[in-house]
């Protein structure tokens, strides 16, 4: 395979320009990843949001890291990313991805620069945000189910005791995503955020 940092094109300057993820879709769950990579504007005036979801994640550390392909280039990838991926692939479905890993050519520093400045204007103009906060663990389904119904106003009809729904909430507030700077930014700045643990 070729090295990764063949997949990246020059992005334009001067025009809001990004770069979107393509993840390809896959009927098995294990088979790799497939992505391509394609330039676009967010400068479409006319537009409050464009057809594209970012990915708000952490990145965690490099121990082990996976490898995507894009366009038949290697590009590695912490495992944290490539669990969302695999969690985001459709079977049978492209889905259009922000994913800052990605989509930001890290080996170029002023491209990253450059890029770390629309990041709120991608926040805040994609169709939505899709969090990872992780695997499903010490019952973080419960967590976000009642944490979905205390947002509607309503009244649980879990039957588990108040003490696991609390420690179910807390440990999920534990989580890394919940301790980075920007998060704020990707709450206050984003159209929709999906309400459900990928």
Known sequence: ????????????????????????????GNAPIQCQLFNYTLQDSGRRTHPYDALSYVWG??????????AG???????NLYRALLRLR???????LWVDAVCINQSDILEKEQQIRFMAK???????????????????????E????????????NSSSPEMIHKA???LLQRPWFRR??????????????????
């Open 1 to 28: 395979m070729s090295h990764a940092i063949s997949c990246y094109q020059p992005l334009l300057q001067g025009r809001d320009m990004i770069r979107l993820l393509r993840l390809l879709p896959h009927e098995s």
């Open 61 to 70: 550390d490099w121990v082990n890291p996976e490898s995507i392909f894009i």
């Open 73 to 79: 280039h290697k590009l590695p990838v912490t495992q």
């Open 90 to 96: 459709h079977h049978s479905i492209e889905r259009i």
């Open 122 to 144: 991608i926040y805040a103009q994609a169709n939505r945000v899709v969090v990872w906060l992780g695997e499903g663990a010490d019952n973080s389904d419960l967590a976000l």
């Open 146 to 157: 009642e944490i979905r119904v205390a947002g509607g106003g309503k009244k649980s009809s």
């Open 169 to 171: 909430v807390l440990a």
């Open 181 to 198: 700077i920007w998060v704020r930014e990707h709450l206050t700045t984003s159209v929709k955020f999906t309400n459900k643990l990928i």
